[in-house]
Nanobody, 123 residues
């Protein structure tokens, strides 16, 4: 049906950059709002960023605002998370998610989730 696959994670030094990608298969990609979440070991999963169906509306957690940028390419059915000025506090497993109806930061509103990709930022 609908599958989300994240890629682009890895190990980077503090101050460096990474770009995560989430490839989506299944239903027409342009009809979904998309989001990125992250979860550090022993902590709850938290909202990072979201983008509406057209790409014109974006939302960010305060902790990443000004450093991370979410974007989407509907033709390629891919959503991206550009992460700059990375900090050790950004270390987590990053998940992408798809919402059939509404752009939101609420985890319970998302219908489909990827397996996650590990991001590790060294100090």
């Amino acid at each position: 049906q609908v599958q989300l696959v994240e890629s682009g994670g890895g190990l980077v030094q503090a101050g460096g950059s990474l770009r995560l990608a989430c490839a989506v298969s299944g239903r027409p990609f342009s009809s979904y709002a998309m989001g990125w979440f992250r979860q550090a070991p022993g902590k709850e999963r938290e909202f990072v960023a979201a983008i509406n169906w057209s790409g014109g509306g974006t939302y960010y957690a305060d902790s990443v605002k000004g450093r991370f940028t979410i974007s989407r390419d509907n033709a390629e059915k891919t959503v991206y998370l550009q992460m700059n000025s990375l900090k050790p506090e950004d270390t987590a497993v990053y998940y992408c998610a798809a919402n059939r109806w509404t752009t939101t930061k609420r985890q319970s509103d998302y219908d489909y989730w990827g397996q996650g990709t590990q991001v590790t930022v060294s100090s």
